[in-house]
């Protein structure tokens, strides 16, 4: 009797993230974050579709991808990813008849659960003038996507902000969400002054808990934030099963009357390491008894996508698909030249830029 209704369990799963046409709509946002792609290129990368050089946006469009992602810090020691370099980057996506999603870090370097260091030129700034800081830099960024003709469809206020941002001004204690709230507040009006028709996603990584998801969402939604998009980061090895997944996006997009975005994922092809930078997700890691291997990581991201799509999710965004392992081009911007790349397994090219032929993207 317990067999069968193990049988039944494992059933039930494969039917609730198995989408039929009845059951759920179209994922319209199917994106790539291709934040290092621009260092990749300016040091000689070269990407191949079935042998041959083609260029990695074609290659990602060609695979489905229609919408692509962009980080932007402040002032990063390494040159790159900084506002003349995303304006740089987003004349090259919008030529190619793609999207554009501005994720702002609001820092000089990585931002998320863990660390959300602000701008060096804001350290000793108040929450006061921390909030003029948001409006003008978000505005300044976006206006000058703007006038290249470049507008962004979408932008992040914030990257995997769990407990806020710009800490300790902008961190949640005690379940204060007021700092955190006049922040967020200066990037959304920001972003609407600039283009009122640019969606406003709230990023955070919560996707592994619903109780923390809703404690978050609720109290930005209480101290009066308004957003437009619900974004979480799901990666399957820290954030659990896709049936806990399904379960957050369904809670998320029924409670907050929201659209719900995966903003970031990704599986390793591979368990080897390219470079001397140990790997971020080791390939011993697995999800599902998924193998590290090319059909291992397209099975993987298909099925994140079934699930995003039966759980009325519109979109989902693999990270970091082309950043393979190229000398240079480093994790660390301020030693981009002597650190290595802690992705070479999780992107969707391998260690000579040949792209994972079975990887797609589908709506």
């Known amino acids: 009797m317990m067999r069968i209704f193990r049988i039944f369990l494992i059933a039930a799963a494969v039917l609730a993230f198995t989408p039929s046409p009845a059951q759920a709509a179209p994922l319209t946002m199917l994106g790539a974050d291709v934040s290092s792609l621009q260092r990749s290129l300016d040091l000689g990368a070269?990407?191949?579709?079935?042998?041959?050089?083609?260029?990695?946006?074609?290659?990602?469009?060609?695979?489905?991808a229609n919408y692509m992602r962009l980080r932007v810090w402040?002032?990063?020691a390494s040159g790159y990813n900084n506002k003349a370099k995303v304006l740089q980057q987003a004349k090259a996506i919008k030529a190619k008849g793609l999207k554009l999603l501005i994720d702002f870090h609001y820092s000089d370097t990585w931002a998320d659960p863990g660390k959300q260091y602000p701008p060096a030129a804001w350290a000793s700034h108040?929450?006061?003038?921390?909030?003029?800081?948001?409006?003008?830099?978000?505005?300044?960024?976006?206006?000058?996507?703007?006038?290249?003709?470049?507008?962004?469809?979408?932008?992040?206020?914030?990257?995997?902000?769990?407990?806020?941002?710009?800490?300790?001004?902008?961190q949640v204690v005690n379940s204060n969400f007021a700092p955190l709230a006049s922040l967020l507040k200066q990037?959304?009006?920001?972003?609407?002054?600039?283009?009122?028709?640019?969606?406003?996603?709230?990023?955070?990584a919560n996707s592994d808990s619903l109780t923390n998801a809703r404690w978050f969402y609720d109290g930005i939604r209480a101290a009066g934030v308004q957003w437009d998009i619900t974004a979480l980061s799901y990666y399957c090895m820290w954030h659990g099963t896709l049936a806990n997944l399904y379960?957050?996006?369904?809670?998320?997009?029924?409670?907050?009357?929201?659209?719900?975005?995966?903003?970031?994922?990704?599986y390793q092809f591979t368990s080897a390491d390219a470079d001397s930078e140990r790997n971020s997700i080791p390939g011993t890691v697995l999800c599902d008894n998924i193998p590290s291997t090319w059909a291992g990581q397209a099975q993987q991201f298909s099925w994140v996508q079934n699930t995003a799509r039966n759980a009325g999710a519109i979109g989902v965004f693999y990270w970091e698909p082309t950043w393979y392992a190229i000398k240079g081009n480093g994790w660390d911007p301020a030693n981009i030249n002597d650190t290595g790349d802690g992705w070479d397994n999780m992107a969707t090219f391998d260690w000579t830029g040949n792209v994972n032929p079975s990887l797609r993207w589908t709506p």
Not at 46 to 64: E, F, M, Q, S, V
């Open 46 to 64: 070269r990407y191949y579709r079935n042998g041959t050089a083609t260029d990695p946006y074609d290659i990602l469009k060609g695979a489905g």
């Open 74 to 76: 402040n002032n990063p």
């Open 126 to 170: 108040s929450l006061t003038q921390l909030q003029t800081d948001v409006y003008n830099y978000t505005y300044d960024v976006c206006t000058a996507l703007k006038a290249q003709g470049t507008t962004p469809d979408s932008v992040q206020i914030g990257n995997e902000i769990n407990v806020g941002m710009l800490w300790p001004r902008g």
């Open 247 to 266: 379960n957050v996006i369904t809670d998320m997009r029924t409670r907050y009357g929201k659209p719900v975005v995966i903003a970031e994922t990704a």
């Open 187 to 204: 990037g959304y009006n920001a972003t609407k002054a600039c283009n009122g028709s640019t969606q406003v996603m709230i990023h955070t």
